[in-house]
Nanobody, 115 residues
């Protein structure tokens, strides 16, 4: 059982930036893939970014060029650097980790982009 704890959410103005962190309860070397989803009120959960154990990263077009996912293996932590934030980025952001066929989720952190 992997426990994930997100942090770093908050209120930011349009055009601003935030860095989200996701700390895992055990070594992320054991984890096949980690990433982020988000869910805005009244909308379905949307994939935001992922990082594979092989070092690959993937993003949907909606955040490509603005968001960057990275890993710090020594700290068992995955980060999501979010730049040029837009009001439509407002959502609860969830970290996940895949190990084999199992997926684990964090509790989420709120990101609000508003002037």
């Amino acid at each position: 059982q992997v426990q994930l704890m997100e942090s770093g959410g908050g209120l930011v103005q349009p055009g601003g930036f935030l860095r989200l962190s996701c700390a895992a309860s055990e070594s992320i070397f054991k984890i096949d893939a980690m990433g982020w989803y988000r869910q805005a009120p009244g909308k379905q959960r949307e994939w935001v970014a992922d990082s594979t154990s092989g070092g690959g990263t993937n993003y949907p077009d909606s955040v490509k060029g603005r968001f960057t996912i990275s890993r710090d293996n020594a700290k068992n932590t995955v980060y999501l650097q979010m730049n040029s934030l837009k009001p439509e980025d407002t959502a609860v952001y969830y970290c996940y980790a895949d190990i084999g066929t199992r997926s684990f989720w964090g509790q989420g952190t709120q990101v609000t982009v508003s002037s």
